[in-house]
């Protein structure tokens, strides 16, 4: 086993359920993500030579991981989705806060995928930027704007307008 091989495994061990948590926003349930999950890491073994900095394995494996799921969501909801595109990102269990699941679906899919990178992947500024190729700038910026947004939702139902 190379160097590379054993990061991966490793990561996986390690954030298996961060993993699988994420792509369920794109795939739409637990047990798809599950198999996306396992798709993205075979085929990141498979790819592990064009790897080219080990310290980065985690980036490249979300990239693989990411666009698998896009591709299995594309599958169940026959729609085109991928990084560049935009993603039809949901919580995958709705009926748990259905008032979250609607203010969320009432974010525009740019900034609910960015969202969900950051609050369910837990990923950083950076990391998100890196992933969907904008400026970390623009990361915070859309945060802020959908925190703004999700804020004056909730504030909405509370006053009953």
């Known amino acids: 086993m190379d160097a590379r091989e054993r990061a991966i495994e ?3 061990r390690r954030k298996y359920v961060r ?7 794109i795939t739409g349930s637990h047990d798809s993500a599950r198999d996306a999950v396992q798709e993205a890491f075979t085929r990141a073994l ?12 985690e ?26 595109d935009v ?9 748990r806060d259905p008032g979250l699941a609607e203010a969320l679906r009432q974010l525009p899919p740019r900034r609910r995928l960015i969202v969900f990178l950051r609050y369910f992947a837990d ?13 970390e700038g623009t990361v915070a910026a859309t945060i802020a704007q959908a925190r703004a947004e999700l804020e004056r939702t909730f504030d909405r139902d509370k006053v009953g307008v």
């Open 46 to 57: 498979r790819k592990r030579r064009s790897l080219r900095d080990e310290q980065a394995v």
């Open 19 to 25: 993993f699988r948590n994420t792509l369920a926003t």
């Open 87 to 95: 993603a039809e990102v949901a919580l995958p269990e709705p009926e």
């Open 123 to 135: 990923l950083t500024y950076g990391e998100i930027a890196e992933l969907c190729d904008v400026a």
């Open 59 to 84: 980036m490249w494996v979300w990239r693989i991981a990411l666009r698998t799921a896009f591709e299995h969501g594309r599958r169940e909801r026959r729609v085109q989705v991928g990084l560049s």
């Open 10 to 12: 490793d990561l996986y």
